[in-house]
């Protein structure tokens, strides 16, 4: 027995934004690789397959409103949002559909320069992969590119007694007139109750009791899609490489930045065993294993082009960054110890500073005094580990950040509007094209102070009216707030062009 089919609109999936969707970090995942990208300024076509409630594909398109947008998904709850959304915001350059992937097939549209696809391939039935497969080889063009995510083996592996539980919790122990919901969240709390046994399964592999913890923080939808569906399949990085093969798609990237930084991630033994290895399928295994990964994300192309050396180095030269956090708060996490480990603290401190006045190439950097005689290559590598903790993101060209001005501020108007209510919280960069995840009180106070600018009280009123009066909220400590706000937040916020 499994968990009970639900109505399409009953159980839904978390109003998630991936980064790795952008076509800005499509591209710089590319070049860095040395690969011809896309060019960000040409009217492209891109379509998110199994696209949830949309939030990244209309970010996207937001951010690159020269562009043409398509996103599709089963569950007639998540395209209804979307299209609200998509309405509120204004973004003609988006269509979505209540399509399946086999629906998908008959539908007209143009050819597509990029396809994407998160939380999708792993998770959907052999059949519904070759459909996958078919729309892709019928819609990619020469040249395009393609972005999919899956649960990789043989990392994965650990993880499967853990979905076997969830299903032996549905067919022994659940209630038969619970609902999906309810026989999840039960499951979780069977599970947690063995954990707390002390011994076994649960405490031999510390990942899965990781992985139980953020399963009960983010709820019974998240845990039915991850562990629970019928077609759960992790898949090994060969098999995806094959039934990619015969569209032309060859392996490009990592989309992760950080994950082309061979020298962080890898020691120095398997970088060896890696480099001797000629066969790209299997030196790709062959991480996976020496990684123990269980989640890829990955770039393939259709006739990937090579960059010349020339060409690439000054692509990376004159690729710009942006610093995303307040310069005062940058947190002291291991991307940033690792990188002030192969910079040098005063270097790494030049390159914050120069970043926290404005988007900056890499070429400029370079001239700061703390930098002489960095490479164009160790910086832009010290960047990409920077962007793997959202300490920096890479910008888009100084055109595009102009034409993207209007829509993006548009978009993010919606979300403020919305206040975080519906479950969207992201509001985007129009320097970078990327967005950002804020709390439902900070959606709040961004939208009061955009009402009351630059008058602390009048935000502090607003806001303690919003959080239950007066019997609830501390008015001085909202003021404090407020003026924390202006004097930190709100520059932030104007550097990464949210407002």
């Given at each position: 027995?499994?968990l009970?089919?639900?109505?399409?609109?009953?159980l839904?999936?978390?109003?998630?934004?991936?980064?790795?969707?952008?076509?800005g970090v499509i591209?710089t995942?590319?070049?860095?690789?040395g690969?011809?990208a896309?060019?960000?300024?040409a009217?492209?076509?891109?379509?998110?397959l199994?696209?949830g409630?949309?939030v990244?594909?209309?970010?996207?398109?937001?951010s690159?409103?020269h562009?043409r947008?398509?996103?599709n998904?089963?569950n007639?709850a998540?395209v209804?949002?979307?299209?609200?959304?998509?309405?509120?915001?204004?973004?003609?350059?988006?269509?979505?559909?209540e399509?399946?992937f086999?629906?998908?097939?008959?539908?007209?549209l143009?050819?597509?320069?990029i396809i994407?696809?998160?939380?999708v391939?792993?998770?959907?039935s052999?059949a519904?992969r070759?459909?996958?497969?078919r729309f892709v080889?019928r819609?990619?063009?020469?040249?395009?590119?393609?972005y999919?995510?899956?649960?990789?083996l043989?990392?994965w592996?650990?993880?499967l007694?853990?979905?076997?539980l969830?299903h032996?919790?549905a067919?022994?122990v659940?209630?038969?007139?619970?609902?999906?919901?309810?026989?999840?969240?039960?499951?979780?709390d069977f599970?947690?109750?063995l954990?707390?046994?002390g011994?076994?399964?649960l405490?031999?592999h510390?990942?899965v009791?990781?992985r139980?913890?953020h399963?009960?923080a983010?709820?019974?939808?998240?845990?039915?899609?991850?562990?629970v569906g019928p077609?759960?399949?992790p898949?090994y990085?060969?098999?995806?490489?094959?039934?990619?093969?015969?569209?032309?798609?060859?392996?490009?990237?990592?989309?992760v930045l950080a994950?082309?930084v061979?020298?962080a991630c890898?020691?120095?033994g398997?970088?060896?065993l890696?480099?001797?290895?000629?066969d790209?399928v299997?030196r790709?295994?062959?991480?996976?294993?020496?990684?123990?990964?269980?989640?890829r994300?990955?770039?393939?192309?259709?006739?990937p082009e090579?960059?010349s050396p020339?060409?690439?180095?000054?692509?990376?030269?004159?690729?710009?960054?942006?610093?995303?956090?307040?310069?005062?708060?940058v947190?002291q996490?291991?991307?940033?110890d690792?990188?002030a480990?192969?910079?040098?603290?005063?270097?790494l401190t030049?390159?914050?500073?120069?970043l926290?006045?404005?988007?900056?190439?890499?070429?400029?950097?370079?001239?700061?005094?703390?930098l002489?005689?960095?490479?164009g290559?160790a910086?832009?590598e010290?960047?990409m580990?920077?962007?793997?903790?959202?300490?920096?993101m890479?910008?888009?060209p100084?055109?595009?950040?102009?034409?993207a001005?209007?829509p993006?501020r548009a978009?993010?108007?919606a979300?403020?509007?919305r206040?975080?209510?519906d479950?969207t919280r992201?509001?985007?960069?129009?320097?970078?094209?990327l967005?950002?995840?804020?709390?439902?009180?900070?959606l709040?106070?961004i939208?009061?102070a955009?009402?009351?600018?630059?008058d602390?009280?009048?935000?502090?009123r607003?806001?303690?009216?919003?959080?239950?009066?007066?019997e609830?909220?501390?008015?001085?400590?909202?003021?404090a707030s407020?003026?924390?706000?202006?004097d930190?937040r709100?520059?932030?916020?104007r550097?990464?062009?949210?407002?």
């Amino acid at each position: 027995m499994s968990l009970p089919r639900t109505a399409p609109n009953e159980l839904v999936y978390t109003h998630g934004y991936y980064a790795a969707l952008s076509p800005g970090v499509i591209a710089t995942a590319l070049e860095s690789r040395g690969l011809r990208a896309p060019d960000l300024q040409a009217p492209l076509c891109y379509f998110e397959l199994g696209m949830g409630f949309g939030v990244s594909l209309l970010a996207n398109a937001a951010s690159f409103p020269h562009m043409r947008f398509f996103g599709n998904d089963f569950n007639p709850a998540h395209v209804a949002y979307a299209r609200d959304l998509a309405r509120d915001a204004g973004l003609g350059n988006v269509d979505v559909f209540e399509d399946g992937f086999e629906e998908l097939l008959d539908r007209d549209l143009p050819a597509m320069d990029i396809i994407v696809m998160h939380g999708v391939y792993s998770w959907v039935s052999p059949a519904l992969r070759q459909a996958i497969v078919r729309f892709v080889e019928r819609r990619l063009k020469p040249g395009g590119m393609v972005y999919v995510s899956y649960n990789a083996l043989p990392g994965w592996a650990p993880l499967l007694p853990l979905r076997e539980l969830f299903h032996l919790h549905a067919a022994h122990v659940a209630a038969p007139d619970a609902d999906a919901a309810g026989q999840l969240q039960g499951a979780l709390d069977f599970i947690h109750s063995l954990s707390a046994c002390g011994q076994g399964y649960l405490q031999s592999h510390p990942a899965v009791q990781e992985r139980l913890r953020h399963a009960q923080a983010e709820g019974p939808n998240y845990a039915l899609h991850e562990y629970v569906g019928p077609d759960s399949h992790p898949l090994y990085f060969h098999q995806v490489a094959s039934e990619f093969a015969p569209l032309g798609l060859t392996f490009a990237a990592p989309a992760v930045l950080a994950e082309q930084v061979d020298s962080a991630c890898l020691s120095d033994g398997l970088r060896d065993l890696l480099a001797s290895t000629a066969d790209p399928v299997l030196r790709e295994t062959l991480r996976d294993y020496g990684l123990d990964r269980s989640f890829r994300r990955d770039l393939f192309v259709r006739g990937p082009e090579a960059l010349s050396p020339a060409d690439q180095a000054a692509r990376l030269l004159e690729r710009e960054w942006v610093l995303a956090v307040q310069r005062e708060a940058v947190p002291q996490c291991a991307a940033r110890d690792l990188v002030a480990q192969r910079l040098g603290e005063g270097a790494l401190t030049d390159v914050l500073d120069a970043l926290a006045a404005a988007p900056a190439p890499v070429r400029d950097l370079l001239s700061r005094p703390a930098l002489g005689g960095l490479d164009g290559a160790a910086l832009h590598e010290a960047l990409m580990l920077l962007a793997s903790s959202d300490v920096v993101m890479p910008a888009l060209p100084a055109a595009l950040r102009a034409t993207a001005r209007a829509p993006v501020r548009a978009f993010n108007a919606a979300v403020l509007a919305r206040g975080g209510s519906d479950g969207t919280r992201h509001l985007v960069s129009g320097a970078s094209g990327l967005a950002v995840e804020w709390s439902a009180p900070a959606l709040w106070q961004i939208r009061a102070a955009q009402r009351h600018a630059g008058d602390p009280q009048a935000i502090a009123r607003e806001m303690v009216d919003a959080m239950g009066g007066p019997e609830v909220q501390d008015f001085d400590a909202m003021a404090a707030s407020a003026q924390r706000y202006l004097d930190r937040r709100a520059p932030l916020l104007r550097r990464l062009e949210v407002l």
